[in-house]
T-cell receptor, first 115, second 115 residues
Framework: EADIYQTPRYLVIGTGKKITLECSQT?????MYWYQQDPGMELHLIHY???????EKGDLSSESTVSRIRTEHFPLTLESARPSHTSQYLC??????????????FGPGTRLTVL | AQTVTQSQPEMSVQEAETVTLSCTYD???????LFWYKQPPSRQMILVIR??????QNATENRFSVNFQKAAKSFSLKISDSQLGDAAMYFC????????????FGQGTILTVHP
């Protein structure tokens, strides 16, 4: 399995709280991604980054924000959690390639429940 | 925009037998990549197999092989000699050559392996 980590693995929190989901990888990958996945459903890209100080919104609109200050770290923040944010959040990374695309390695995910 | 469709929400197979999971996709790009990912219950998503669209030869990885039909935009996964550890949700995914690694996922197929 790839060296990509997510914390916490499970989080139950009340409405209105600010939360940060952590994602770190030790592989030196330049590209990192955040996906949202409801139970038993497909993955939707919500944020991605091609390197330090680069962040873009994905195909699925999300109220979350991300930052990429260090290559290995790509945290996701929700300023005010709501029950509609309840989902699983998966982080992934992929190595630099001249081709433009490559295999993505996934973290274990964070299951977020907002009460 | 790319789309990926997995028309089989659930499949089952007897241990040691062969099963085929279906996937169709739509893309306007001439250069792209296709993937099958496996997501075991409560475990990390891992890559099963990858196919470059410019390669006519079907990819194989041990017991896993694909049937890539570019004209029909079909990309099925064949699992031979199924094992209990193959039980998981399987996702088909597409990355266009200009998408810089961003994946579009299908809805997923839950595979059950019966002993």
């Amino acid at each position: 399995e790839a060296d990509i980590y997510q914390t916490p693995r499970y989080l139950v929190i009340g409405t209105g709280k600010k939360i940060t989901l952590e994602c770190s990888q030790t592989m030196g990958h330049d590209k990192m991604y955040w996906y949202q996945q409801d139970p038993g459903m497909e993955l939707h890209l919500i944020h991605y980054s091609y390197g330090v100080n680069s962040t873009e919104k994905g195909d699925l609109s999300s109220e979350s924000t991300v930052s990429r200050i260090r290559t290995e770290h790509f945290p996701l923040t929700l300023e005010s959690a709501r029950p509609s944010h309840t989902s699983q959040y998966l982080c992934a990374s992929s190595p630099p390639t001249v081709i433009g695309t490559d295999t993505q390695y996934f973290g274990p995910g964070t299951r977020l429940t907002v009460l | 925009a790319q789309t990926v469709t997995q028309s089989q929400p659930e499949m089952s197979v007897q241990e040691a037998e062969t099963v085929t999971l279906s996937c169709t996709y739509d893309t306007s790009e001439s250069d792209y990549y296709l993937f099958w990912y496996k997501q075991p219950p409560s475990r990390q998503m891992i890559l099963v197999i990858r196919q470059e669209a410019y390669k006519q030869q079907n990819a194989t990885e041990n017991r896993f092989s694909v049937n890539f039909q570019k004209a029909a935009k079909s990309f099925s996964l064949k699992i031979s000699d199924s094992q209990l550890g193959d039980a998981a949700m399987y996702f088909c995914a597409h990355a266009g050559g200009t998408s810089y690694g961003k994946l579009t996922f299908g809805q997923g197929t839950i595979l059950t392996v019966h002993p």
